[in-house]
C-alpha cells in the first residue's frame, strides 16, 4: 500500500473521513455519492437507532421519492444479557426478554413509520438483534438498496475513537449511496 493511501486511512480513523466532518459541520443533509446516477432511488434503507431524532431520518428517507420501497433497519439488545446468564437467568427466560426487546423495537419502527406517510406496502421494517454496522451492511445488499439514509449524532472526540461509529463503518463500507443526517448528541443511557 502506498504511503499517502496508509496516512489517508489512518488520518479518517483518527479525524473521520471528509463526509464526517461535513456532517459535523453542516446543518443540511450530506450526500455521499458511490456511483454515477442511473435512475431515481428506488429501494432507501433508513438506519433507525429509536432515540429521539430517528423519525427524522425516516422522514428523510420516505420522502426521497414515494414510490419507492422503503425499508428501516434497526439493531437492538438485551441490556446486561451476559450479566443475566452470569447470574444463573435461565435460559427461556433471557429468550423471553430479547423476544420482548424485539416487539418493542418492532412497534417503534411502525410507529415512526405512521408518522412519515407513504405506501406502507413498500415499507418493510428490520428488527434484528446484532451489531448495528453489519445490519445495515447485510440488508442493504439483500435488498439491492441504492440508497442508505443514517444519522449521524455528535459525539466527543475520544467517545468516537474509541468506541467507533456505526456511520463511519457504514461509509467505509457502503456500495450505494449514503445520506447523512446531522442529529444531536445521543443522551448517556
Known amino acids: 500500500m502506498q504511503k499517502g493511501i496508509k496516512e489517508g486511512l489512518l488520518r479518517d480513523a483518527i479525524l473521520g473521513t471528509t463526509a464526517e466532518r461535513l456532517v459535523a459541520r453542516c446543518e443540511c443533509p450530506i450526500l455521499v455519492v458511490r456511483r454515477a446516477p442511473q435512475e431515481e432511488y428506488r429501494k432507501v434503507l ?16 420516505a420522502a426521497i421519492d414515494p414510490r419507492a420501497a422503503l425499508a ?15 447470574a444463573g437467568v435461565s435460559t427461556l427466560e433471557i429468550d423471553q426478554h430479547r423476544a420482548a426487546a424485539f416487539q418493542r423495537a418492532l412497534a417503534a419502527i411502525r ?4 408518522t412519515v406517510g407513504g405506501d406502507p406496502a413498500l415499507f418493510l421494517p428490520i428488527v434484528e438483534r446484532g451489531h448495528a454496522a453489519r445490519l445495515i451492511m447485510e440488508h442493504g445488499h439483500a435488498l439491492s438498496a441504492d440508497l442508505v ?9 475520544l467517545e468516537a475513537l474509541l468506541v467507533g461509529s456505526v456511520t ?4 467505509a463500507a ?15 443511557s
Open 72 to 86: 428501516a433497519a434497526h439493531a437492538f439488545d438485551v441490556p446486561f444479557e451476559g450479566a443475566l446468564a452470569r
Open 174 to 188: 457502503a456500495g450505494c449511496d449514503v445520506l447523512l443526517v446531522r442529529l444531536e448528541r445521543a443522551l448517556a
Open 46 to 61: 433508513a438506519a433507525v437507532d429509536l432515540l429521539p431524532g430517528s423519525e427524522d431520518v425516516l422522514a428523510i428517507a
Open 168 to 171: 463511519r463503518h457504514v461509509l
Open 149 to 157: 439514509v443514517i444519522g449521524k449524532r455528535t459525539r466527543f472526540a
Open 111 to 114: 410507529e415512526l413509520s405512521a
